[in-house]
């Protein structure tokens, strides 16, 4: 059985290579159905959400925006009109968007910027300068002038290549009159990345009008494709060559007073300290970011989650500093061998205790961006201090990447990665420790033209100072999507030595595949925008072993005009256990080697994001190990419109096993309270009750931006240990730590 899988994964590479050849040679650049030409501003621009400025009424105007949702064959219900014009410092967006006959009510869950999903009434401005198709920079408003920027990675194929927590300097304003609102943006040229002397680049603009439930964008784009997708932009031609945007140099420093207690220790522990970002532009498209000293205290907290899972789960990166540009290092590899991700720096093990600690990082710098339209490029180092409390050296980190355009979309990409001490075994300092963690990979990334194909193969080596066998992963997907089908295939090769300390490798030693097709349906119905089934299907198997893990999935998903969804799986899972496991967390484990076979049934709906009730509710029912599993869990949502949302994030697991095992009740409680007293004013509260570990989280952070991206945090957390008869409300509080944390954050333009 084993060697047949062999040859078939065999066959597969070889055949991936071709279909990769021949697609990247065959398929070349899209053109652009529509173009925007732009001229300078003959008068001064007032960002006042009214657009009677002459620079205004001299610039051309583009509607006749498409429907992508629910229908993409028609123009849009709710008009809107664009103008784009630009000065010395700023490119200006002006728009004017349209209500319906039947009404204006326009929906957002509060006035916090960087807001997401489909129950918000918005507008969004996508800026691809060097025509690339592949990453872009979007900004976004809604009626009631709150903003969002964000990058668009990898074509903007799948909803993880729209990143919205970089952060950036620009202007807007917006406002609501009887029948239509009117936004303006003004956005610095020193904000955006862009090659001198261009006369050419790739826009789109796309709204979201809640009343009608329309998504709609200025380019067509078809409707099994997201509105961000990077291979159906326009062209924005310039009337003269760009001009460099001058010196860019940008410096951030805090200041941060901190007062933390960990309640196994007799004093509270205060500190100052202070540091600070740069932002330096080499040229308009590369860009040095250095950092001394960072503190990340006012980074949001990652949200718990219930872990029924034998390995661990991935939280995403959230601190500022890697996130520009975080696509050129962090999208190696596949969603579950990545083998760079950034949260490992800063983060050390506990020796004694086998848990993960902060570990402070001293300064770092980093360079990234373009340079010129085929090439980007990216250089990483970082520097860790030494923790001898918890025998934790002084680790320097250093990440190397450079990528090139081929053909419509694709591009080929390497990665060069060392984690290094300069300590060696006695702790002297030595340039040549062997303490040392290293990485070099390949990664070739396809994406066509018309977005139809879209895939990837890579190969990762890495080295340690006492070689290991097998040290490499190796993988492949490729996607066939239309109006009707998604055929995917995906294989994955890790081997027993393969090493990546700095990655989120959370499996070694295993073989994939996983192929998997599902079909569209699209009704004319007045309730039902598309439905249809699908397949998915994931085979492990470990050499000399054989199959260790099978999973078949069974779905049928429906798309609701109210923008609700529904998706009902039949599953079929089996599992070999590599080393003993207790699904409790306690009691008599599972034994090395034992099999499972199980089947169980999954629901997953989410409800009219529209209405200020909303919510989402996912289900698990059947087979679980030895025994049965009933889980139930999802989020409340309460708007009180424009002002605050609170929400309730829960999940009830009841496993029930054969004796000797034990069961297991895990209860997780999250109730979060986010209010927004102005566009600069924002105040959370959010509180989280995790039984699987015993453990309760507060944590109240208020927020004030003073100015474009100066903030002012005050950040308070507490943390008990809470345990008792009941799961659903335990009787006994220890406290573990409690923090509390002032920073204050300033931009400023050298």
Not at 123 to 129: A, E, G, L, T
Not at 572 to 597: C, K, Q, V, W
Not at 686 to 713: G, M
Request: hydrophobic fraction near 35%; glycine fraction near 6%; charge should be negative.
């Amino acid at each position: 059985m084993f060697q047949g899988l062999r040859a078939l994964s065999t066959i597969s590479l070889y055949c991936k290579f071709f279909f990769f050849f021949l697609l990247s040679t065959s398929l070349f650049a899209q053109k652009s159905d529509r173009q925007l030409h732009i001229k300078q501003a003959s008068s001064v621009i007032k960002l006042d959400g009214v657009l009677e400025e002459p620079a205004w009424q001299e610039a051309e105007m583009s509607d006749g925006f498409w429907q992508n949702f629910p229908m993409d064959t028609s123009r849009t219900v709710a008009p809107s009109e664009v103008r784009l014009t630009y000065d010395d410092k700023f490119l200006y967006v002006g728009v004017k968007c349209y209500a319906t006959d039947e009404g204006n009510y326009y929906v957002t869950p509060s006035l916090r910027r960087d807001f997401r999903g489909p129950g918000n009434d918005q507008f969004s401005f996508i800026v691809d300068p060097f025509q690339d198709q592949t990453t872009a920079f979007i900004f976004g408003i809604n009626p009631y002038g709150v903003q969002r920027e964000g990058l668009i990675s990898n074509g903007g194929n799948s909803m993880d290549d729209f990143d919205l927590s970089w952060d950036n300097r620009w202007f807007s304003d917006a406002k609501i009159y009887e029948d239509y609102w009117i936004a303006e943006f003004a956005i610095p040229f020193k904000t955006l990345r862009y090659k001198e002397g261009s006369k050419e680049w790739n826009i789109q603009f796309y709204r979201l009008d809640s009343y009608t439930n329309e998504r709609s964008t200025w380019n067509h784009v078809p409707r099994n494709f997201r509105l961000y997708s990077l291979a159906y932009t326009g062209e924005l031609l310039w009337d003269k060559p760009l001009k460099k945007p001058g010196g860019n140099i940008s410096v951030i420093p805090y200041v941060s007073a901190q007062q933390n207690r960990d309640f196994s220790e007799e004093e509270p522990v205060e500190n100052f300290s202070a540091g600070g970002d740069a932002k330096i532009a080499i040229t308009p498209s590369l860009n040095l970011d250095l950092t001394v000293n960072p503190d990340f205290s006012q980074v949001e907290v990652d949200r718990q989650v219930t872990n029924l899972d034998r390995f661990e789960i991935f939280f995403p990166e959230r601190r500022q500093f890697f996130l520009e540009n975080a696509d050129l290092f962090a999208n190696f590899g596949s969603e579950s061998v990545r083998p760079f991700f950034s949260r490992r720096i800063g983060v050390a093990i506990d020796t004694a205790t086998g848990v993960n600690v902060q570990n402070r990082i001293i300064g770092g710098a980093r360079l990234s961006g373009r340079v010129n339209k085929n090439w980007r490029i990216g250089l990483l180092n970082m520097q860790t201090g030494e923790d001898k409390e918890i025998n934790v050296p002084s680790f320097n980190y250093t990440v190397a990447a450079v990528q090139r355009q081929l053909f419509a979309r694709s591009n080929i990409s390497a990665l060069f990665i060392n984690k290094q001490s300069f300590s060696d075994s006695t702790n002297e300092f030595s340039l040549a420790s062997g303490n040392y963690n290293r990485l070099v990979g390949l990664d070739y990334n396809l994406a066509s033209a018309d977005n139809t194909w879209a895939g990837k193969v890579y190969y990762h080596q890495s080295i340690d100072p006492v070689p290991k066998d097998d040290a490499y992963s190796h993988g492949a997907n490729l996607t066939y999507s239309t109006r009707n089908w998604e055929v995917t295939w995906e294989h994955q090769i890790v081997g027993e030595g393969f090493n990546a300390e700095v990655g989120f490798t959370p499996r070694l030693n295993f073989r994939r595949i996983s192929p998997s097709v599902a079909y569209t349906f699209y009704p004319d119905s007045r309730s039902v925008v598309s439905h249809g089934p699908g397949v998915e299907q994931q085979l492990w198997w470990k050499p000399g072993l054989g199959i260790t893990d099978y999973n078949f999935n069974l779905f049928y998903e429906f798309s609701f005009r109210n923008t609700s969804q529904l998706t009902v799986s039949a599953l079929n899972d089996y599992i070999y256990l590599f080393r003993p496991f207790s699904p409790a967390r306690e009691g008599i484990p599972f034994s090395t080697g034992d099999t499972f076979n199980m089947r169980y049934l999954t629901v997953e709906y989410r409800s009219d994001t529209r209405r200020n009730f909303n919510y989402e509710i996912n289900t698990i029912n059947g087979q679980y190990y030895d025994g049965f599993l009933n889980s139930f869990s999802g989020t409340i949502n309460y708007r009180f419109q424009p002002y605050g949302l609170f929400s309730l994030d829960f999940n009830y697991s009841d496993i029930n096993l054969q004796e000797p095992y034990s069961d297991a009740q895990f209860v997780l409680i999250g109730p979060r309270l986010d209010l927004t007293f102005t566009r600069s004013v924002f105040l959370t509260t959010f509180v989280q009750y995790n039984s699987q570990f015993d453990n309760v989280n507060i944590n109240t952070r208020f927020q004030w931006r003073f100015k474009p991206v100066s903030d002012l945090f005050i950040v308070y957390t507490d943390n008990y240990t809470a345990y008792g008869e009941s799961r659903f409300f335990p009787d006994t509080y220890e406290k573990k730590n409690r923090g509390l944390v002032v920073k204050l954050t300033y931009w400023l333009n050298l």
